[in-house]
């Protein structure tokens, strides 16, 4: 073997350990949260409080499509004054300017790191860690869907935020990306 021959190989091998490592690299998991805290002892606390909706990433456009018409969402997460579930509160402002309340309980079940939502069998929630401190990241799987939900404490996270999130999500093959415009002021929740 020439020592061309010897460089080109090494080259090769190099050029695909390089392509190995950053498919390895970027598709990396992030780590699932477990609602119920360390032996259900933190249960619900990081997860209570408000959070607003940044952006979403799916397989499809139609996944997301229910996103389309909404400028900025505010939600609230409680306790319940039931063990083991989270309500959850939600003003979407619309771009065309009108406000929608809306309300979910999510039901947490023991060895489960799941969310199930309350009238939708169907519909499952993973939390997820964010490579923002102060974000968090839902994997929502239905009947003829998945998507990936990025949130934060803020309306405007760093701008790096919500760049890992898209590429993160279209390394785990969501290739259709949606953030909200957040343009118009966030509706008031109620405070029921």
């Known amino acids: 073997m020439s020592l061309r021959m010897f460089h080109q190989i090494w080259a090769a091998f190099l050029y695909f350990?390089?392509?190995?490592?950053?498919?390895?690299?970027?598709?990396?998991?992030?780590?699932?949260?477990?609602?119920?805290?360390?032996?259900?002892?933190?249960?619900?606390?990081?997860?209570?409080?408000?959070?607003y909706f940044i952006a979403g990433a799916a397989p499809t456009q139609e996944e997301l499509a229910i996103f389309v018409p909404v400028d900025n969402i505010l939600f609230?997460?409680?306790?319940?004054?039931?063990?083991?579930k989270l309500q959850l509160r939600a003003t979407i402002r619309m771009k065309n300017g009108h406000c929608v309340p809306r309300e979910w309980t999510y039901h947490l079940t023991e060895g489960s790191t799941d969310l199930k939502t309350e009238g939708r069998p169907d519909m499952?929630?993973?939390?997820?860690?964010?490579?923002?401190?102060?974000?968090i990241m839902?994997?929502?799987t239905g009947q003829g869907y998945q998507r990936f939900l990025?949130?934060?404490?803020?309306?405007?996270?760093?701008?790096?935020?919500?760049?890992?999130?898209?590429?993160?999500?279209?390394?785990?093959?969501?290739?259709?990306?949606?953030?909200?415009?957040?343009?118009l002021e966030a509706c008031e929740l109620s405070r029921d």
């Open 150 to 183: 990025l949130y934060n404490r803020s309306p405007n996270p760093p701008e790096e935020c919500v760049n890992e999130f898209r590429s993160l999500t279209f390394c785990l093959d969501s290739k259709a990306f949606l953030q909200t415009p957040r343009e």
């Open 17 to 51: 350990y390089g392509i190995l490592y950053d498919s390895i690299y970027l598709c990396s998991k992030p780590d699932q949260l477990n609602p119920l805290g360390v032996n259900g002892k933190e249960f619900p606390g990081p997860y209570l409080g408000q959070w």
């Open 76 to 84: 609230n997460m409680a306790a319940s004054h039931v063990p083991q």
């Open 138 to 140: 839902l994997r929502e």
């Open 124 to 135: 499952k929630t993973e939390l997820f860690s964010s490579f923002c401190p102060d974000g």
